[in-house]
């Protein structure tokens, strides 16, 4: 029903931004990611995704259609609600959340609050077959591989796994190799 918004940000929460668009202020529920850089006064562009439910319409907004879209097939499993979803996309970028599932690795889904062992291979489960071109050769893409490597190391160095995963996300996908991705993440982590 509302698939894009666009307008000025008005009003800012750790949960979601209110949008006026020509004198309407639409509530839009965001990823954390979005909401720390959303600023009063700010030009604004979501893709959004309406949830209807019997007492309640929540628009959900997404920087790009990718990611809502992403948002649309974690709703596709039972079980999982758009808050859900919305916490799924908030953990890490969409195309490492595909390959994990694509691979069977939930550590990613793990982690988010509500979402236990089971419902974690639920999704892996219920989304693998949607997401088999994220494979790699043996099973297990390389740069899921080292995506890893580069949290551990992280971790070994004393940063919590939350900590390790925002600065790899923040990493811009112009550099390559572990190495010079971990040298980038802290040089994020040092910038806090």
């Known amino acids: 029903m509302i698939a894009h918004i666009e307008g000025t940000i008005i009003h800012t929460t750790d949960k979601f931004v209110v949008v006026d668009v020509n004198g309407v202020g639409y509530k839009v529920s965001t990823t954390s990611d979005t909401l720390t850089s959303c600023k009063v006064g700010a030009h604004i562009s979501f893709w959004t995704y309406l949830a209807v439910r019997e007492n309640s319409l929540d628009l959900y907004g997404f920087t790009t259609n990718e990611e809502m879209l992403f948002f649309e097939l974690l709703l596709d499993v039972s079980g999982i609600g758009p808050r859900s979803a919305l916490s799924i996309v ?97 040089k994020i982590l040092g910038g806090k």
């Open 90 to 186: 908030t953990v890490a970028s969409v195309d490492t959340l595909k390959k994990a599932i694509a691979t069977g690795d939930t550590s990613y889904l793990n982690k988010v609050s509500g979402i236990g062992k089971k419902t974690a291979e639920k999704i892996v489960i219920e989304l693998r077959d949607k997401l088999q071109s994220y494979k790699g050769e043996d099973g297990v893409p390389s740069t899921l591989r080292e995506e890893s490597d580069i949290i551990e190391a992280l971790k070994s160095l004393g940063y919590s796994q939350n900590e390790a995963r925002g600065a790899l996300k923040k990493i811009p996908s112009s550099i390559d190799g572990t190495n010079d991705r971990i040298k980038e993440a802290l």
